[in-house]
């Protein structure tokens, strides 16, 4: 008899332990159901996405696509990564995550803004080998540099639609004409040199 109780208790245990894994795995409805979608409505009614950003080189791009979004109506915050993304918290009786994209478009052609958990398309460069002159901003080499990178340019190439981040790549002594450009804090440069996916091999600067 008492081994029948204990049997039972057991069972009972089994039971409301089984009970309680399968509430665990319940799912959250708190939770994104896909990548990059916003999640439920926060405890204040606004929603989170994260949204593809492409074009953005640093963290002034990322402060002017942050102050974008930030100025659009029903936008209670927002903050770019300066890298490939934009968080928006948006109040979703306001706007929606489309209204966002159209009133993204036409900001800046330097940045352009995807669905959520959208891919942007990777940019095609061509490389011609040949020696060409580029106009930019010059900035100090990124640490994730490799060692023949003396500085890094900010600026537009011909036939591409915005501007980018080239290496610049040069022997000691158009290194030290590099440097002696860059501390001088000059707006802009101009130099000469063959572009490759690798940067530039600089031959001249002026």
Known sequence: MHAFRFASLLLSLALVAGSAS???????????????AP????????ETVILPITGQ???????????YFKKMDGVKDATADGAKTATVVFDPKKTTIEK?????KGKDDRFKAYKPGET?????????????SISGKMTIRG???AKDVVARLIAHRSGEPTERI??????????EKIEAKRKEGVGSVTVTGVVSAEGIKV????
């Open 22 to 36: 399968a509430a665990q795995k319940k799912p959250d409805p708190n939770k994104a159901k896909t990548p990059g």
């Open 39 to 46: 999640a439920a409505p926060a405890s204040d009614g606004t």
């Open 57 to 67: 080189m640093c963290n002034n791009c990322a402060v002017a696509v942050s102050t």
């Open 100 to 104: 966002l994209l159209e009133a993204f």
């Open 120 to 132: 942007p398309p990777e940019p095609k460069y061509t490389y011609s080998g040949k020696p060409e």
């Open 143 to 145: 640490t994730d540099s």
């Open 166 to 175: 080239f290496n610049l790549i040069a022997d000691s002594a158009i290194a």
């Open 203 to 206: 031959e001249k600067i002026d």
